[in-house]
């Protein structure tokens, strides 16, 4: 989704409504039920990131959080495969933010994941965010 804001230039204020337009089902009733409680005004005002931690909490359970934070902190690149460990991480970074909460502890923990061969590689070229460091990769 925010991908999507930053390709459309979502405006912030834009965002939740711009969002809760795309639900369907069982999403659409659970945002159709905060609608109704507060009030579709007061509803579309709710910060992005309110609306997404109050996503995470209705459809994440806390054990599938602990689970994606194990798989995050133990994270590896598996042979040469690096689209998929980039994927995996950036999922995960997104569902477990408080692990890597800035752009400095992202970089640590997504090299920490590459074998000792290119560990050397990618720390010699000291990335100032995660997208220099994924251009320089293996």
């Known amino acids: 989704m925010e991908q999507v804001f930053e390709i459309c230039k979502c405006a912030e204020d834009d965002k939740v409504k711009f969002a809760m337009c795309t639900f369907e089902g069982r999403a659409l009733t659970w945002w159709n039920g905060n609608v109704q409680t507060l009030g579709l005004a007061n509803a579309n005002q709710i910060p992005w990131s309110n609306v997404k931690a109050m996503m995470t909490t209705e459809y994440c359970p806390a054990t599938e ?5 194990q798989e995050l902190w133990t994270l590896t690149l598996k042979g040469d495969d690096i689209e998929a460990y980039n994927n995996r991480f ?3 970074a997104l569902m477990c933010h408080e692990l890597v909460p800035t752009e400095k502890k992202k970089i640590e923990r ?3 994941g590459f ?3 290119i560990k050397g590689t990618s720390l010699l070229q000291r990335p100032a965010t995660l997208h220099d460091g994924n251009q320089h990769g293996p």
């Open 110 to 112: 997504y090299v920490r």
């Open 90 to 92: 950036h999922e995960l």
């Open 65 to 69: 959080i602990q689970r994606m934070e």
């Open 115 to 117: 074998p000792e061969r």
